[in-house]
């Protein structure tokens, strides 16, 4: 990986981040604030495996912590795309819990959230097939973004969304293949819950966000 994909990697994957600056701010800012997330809605840690270095956060000090600035320093040569170029799935009016850890291969995230104005993921992943090749500008320089929307987990009673995103720099080698994100979601009601893995993980992530959507409905009272 060339130091160039690395500042990339830095800037854009922070960027898509699950508790990354959503959009929407200005219809969620009058939201009421949803109900809180127990800490106990998270996976257990040793359910992903090998998964060191696990940091949790959570969502209402993320987002408070981040601002506009991100967006205006990142633009997308195709418009409607920013929201899903940066993965923001999440809104302001969300209030959750979330860890990443790092893994062989990359690292993984997770998050449990509530929000009073759910994602349409049906839409969401429409929006991603429109935005399939999109060219991202940033202070890291020029990538290009490749969204591919895959077959979802079935979960009954819920909506879900699953599709991975390539970050690659123009012109680059088929031998570097960039930065990999893969996300999969599950929705019903006011409860979204969201995996994210970056790199060559390997991990079943449909597998793992279904079980996490399962282990968060006791604590969540589903």
Request: charged fraction near 15%; proline fraction near 9%.
């Amino acid at each position: 990986m060339t130091a160039r994909i690395r500042a990339l990697v830095i800037s854009i994957a922070a960027l898509a981040t699950i508790s990354g600056v959503p959009g929407e701010s200005i219809q969620a800012a009058a939201a009421p604030p949803a109900p809180a997330v127990p800490p106990a809605a998270l996976l257990p840690p040793e359910t992903v495996p090998h998964a060191s270095a696990r940091d949790g956060f959570d969502l209402t000090s993320a987002l408070s912590a981040r601002s506009g600035r991100d967006r205006a320093e990142s633009r997308v040569d195709v418009g409607g795309c920013e929201d899903v170029v940066h993965g923001r799935l999440v809104g302001d009016d969300a209030a959750g819990q979330g860890f990443q850890s790092a893994v062989p291969g990359g690292q993984v995230s997770e998050l449990v959230a509530r929000l009073t104005n759910p994602p349409d993921l049906a839409a969401w992943a429409a929006q991603a097939g429109r935005c399939s090749k999109v060219t991202v500008d940033d202070a890291a320089g020029t990538a290009l973004s490749t969204v591919t929307v895959h077959p979802t987990p079935v979960v009954p009673g819920a909506k879900t969304l699953s599709y991975q995103q390539l970050l690659t720099l123009p012109g680059q080698p088929p031998e570097l293949p960039g930065l990999r994100l893969r996300t999969v979601a599950i929705a019903a009601d006011d409860v979204l819950v969201v995996l994210r893995d970056a790199g060559t993980t390997g991990l079943d992530l449909d597998a793992l966000a279904v079980a996490a959507w399962h282990h968060a409905a006791g604590p969540l009272g589903r």
